[in-house]
């Protein structure tokens, strides 16, 4: 038996050592915050009904967001999938500029569009519709800072489905739309929802822009609860306040165990096959 070469037994142990490192540097600080806070700072959050408030808050406001996020973002990946036109070059770049640009400056830019005193502003009040310390505002921000990813994903998604595939559908009678809807969009449905789960991700993520546009949501239609912060401006509160790191901490490991609480449902959603035809958007 041919014993295996130096190459074949460096490569695999260094890429485990690094690999390793990163897991690590994911997991570490959480060991930690969850160490210092302890069983009873937990149960101490648990108890804290401002605290829910904040987080229900923020799953509406995240909710509304990926929703639109999908309802433009896939269309708009679709077009930089399939379509060649003059300007494209111009608008894949402006996609990526929510991705680059510090968020404190998408609060600042967003807080001079839609200040109450700016005709934005002013024509969005007269309709109803406050966005400065409202929940439109949060949904705002969370569309800004991650509709980005649903259109990368879908464009990705799109140019990986096999031309051929519709062409096919489409001499079997199917129109244009049933063509789309029944291959291009079954086949691009992984790549769909993983942008949505990562938009989802960095909205609920966010404080920056939050601090200047959203810092305290009144109640406004559709959010008829309290007065209260996005849940990551909530913890900021906390952390500022004279109780200490103690309950920010605490806080924070329930909003944690809350995102991975969401991002666990859908990996065994997608495991069990019944979100997707194929069995597995995630896998």
């Not at 260094?14 to 690590?24: P, Q």
């Not at 949505?196 to 406004?220: C, D, H, K, Q």
């Not at 909003?255 to 990996?267: D, H, N, S, Y």
């Not at 194929?278 to 896998?283: D, E, F, K, Q, Y």
């Amino acid at each position: 038996m041919r014993a295996p070469s130096d190459r074949a037994v460096v490569a695999p142990a260094l890429s485990a050592v690094l690999a390793a490192s990163l897991l690590g540097l994911f997991v570490l600080p959480l060991v930690a915050l969850f160490a210092y806070v302890g069983w009873g700072g937990f149960l101490f959050a648990v108890g804290d009904a401002g605290f829910w408030t904040s987080i229900e808050f923020t799953l509406l406001a995240s909710g509304i967001a990926v929703g639109l996020g999908l309802l433009t973002g896939v269309p708009l990946g679709y077009l930089l999938a399939r379509y060649r036109f003059r300007g494209r070059e111009v608008v894949e770049s402006i996609v990526l500029v929510p991705v680059v640009i510090p968020h404190l400056v998408v609060g600042v830019a967003l807080l001079l569009l839609f200040s109450p005193t700016s005709p934005v502003g002013a024509f969005a009040q007269s309709l109803g519709i406050p966005v400065i310390n409202a929940i439109w505002g949060v949904v705002l921000v969370m569309l800004y800072v991650g509709a980005s990813y649903v259109v990368l994903s879908s464009q990705l998604a799109f140019r990986a489905v096999d031309p051929e595939t519709v062409d096919a559908a489409r001499s079997l009678g199917a129109t244009p739309g049933e063509a789309f809807a029944t291959v291009t969009l079954v086949a691009s449905a992984r790549g769909i929802a993983t942008g949505a789960l990562l938009m989802w991700a960095r909205g609920v993520s966010e404080i920056g822009a939050f601090l200047i546009v959203a810092y305290a949501i009144l109640p406004s239609p559709p959010w008829f609860g309290p007065v209260t912060p996005p849940a990551s401006v909530y913890i900021w509160n906390l952390y500022n306040s004279s109780a200490g790191l103690l309950p920010a901490a605490s806080a924070s490991c329930l909003l944690v165990l809350v995102a991975l609480a969401i991002f666990l449902g859908v990996r065994l959603l997608d495991r069990s096959g019944l979100s997707t035809p194929r069995g597995g958007w995630l896998s």
